[in-house]
Nanobody, 120 residues
């Protein structure tokens, strides 16, 4: 089993930065990713990191950086130049397989979510 615990969410003004973290407990996972869901919208992929390296949604390319500390089994998402449309609940997801996908249904393990709010 795998347990994911997110932290680091909060409120920030547009143009600001925020880093959120996801600690993984239990078995080691090879693919991890960040998804987000705004009220009334579907959950969407933000960034993933697996055997192919990092991958980003077009909406966050150049602004967000995903990284993983394997020694700590912790996933990070550094978010810069934040926009009001980045406001959402951010979820960490994980799977044992090495190559990630963008389908939320593919991931078995999820964290509880951390709220990110960007004000204009």
């Amino acid at each position: 089993q795998v347990q994911l615990v997110e932290s680091g969410g909060g409120s920030v003004q547009a143009g600001g930065s925020l880093t959120i973290s996801c600690a993984a407990y239990g078995w080691s996972v090879n693919c991890m990713g960040w998804f987000r869901q705004a009220p009334g919208k579907e959950r969407e992929g933000v960034a993933t990191i697996g055997s192919d390296g990092p991958s980003y949604a077009d909406s966050v390319k150049g602004r967000f950086t995903i990284s993983k500390d394997n020694a700590k089994n912790t996933l990070y998402l550094q978010m810069n130049s934040l926009k009001p449309e980045d406001t959402a609940m951010y979820y960490c997801a994980a799977e044992f397989q090495y190559r990630c996908t963008w389908s939320a249904d593919w991931y078995r393990y999820w964290g509880q979510g951390t709220q990110v709010t960007v004000s204009s």
